[in-house]
Nanobody, 111 residues
Framework: VQLVESGGGLVQPGGSLRLSCAAS????????MYWYRQAPGKERELVGQ????????SYANSVKERFTISRDNSKNTMYLRMNSLKPEDTGVYYC?????WGQGTQVTVSS
């Protein structure tokens, strides 16, 4: 059972990144999935979530209109498209679902 995030990195303010979360070892298509993030010195917060079929999504107010969650159940993968990135988006981004967590991927927004 594994969730593996990828796609993080250093990006300038206003830039974009796409994170991926590859799942294995469980029936990915049966579970809602979640993206969380944790900034330095702060608690982990929910960024957004997507239902098992991908038909419904919700987002934290701080990322609405900038971030988009999607999933491809044929590939057992969830995505987080992040546009118009701000320095306050900096942190470690985690995917979660079915009681499992990935190891996280670092996103740094800085000029």
């Amino acid at each position: 059972v594994q969730l593996v995030e990828s796609g993080g990195g250093l990006v300038q303010p206003g830039g974009s990144l796409r994170l991926s979360c590859a799942a294995s070892g469980f029936t990915f298509s049966s579970y809602s999935m979640y993206w969380y993030r944790q900034a330095p010195g702060k608690e982990r917060e929910l960024v957004g979530q997507i239902t098992s079929t991908g038909n419904s999504r919700s987002y934290a107010n701080s990322v609405k209109e900038r971030f988009t969650i999607s999933r491809d159940n044929s590939k057992n993968t969830m995505y987080l498209r992040m546009n118009s990135l701000k320095p306050e988006d900096t942190g470690v981004y985690y995917c979660s679902g079915a009681g499992r967590w990935g190891q996280g991927t670092q996103v740094t927004v800085s000029s």
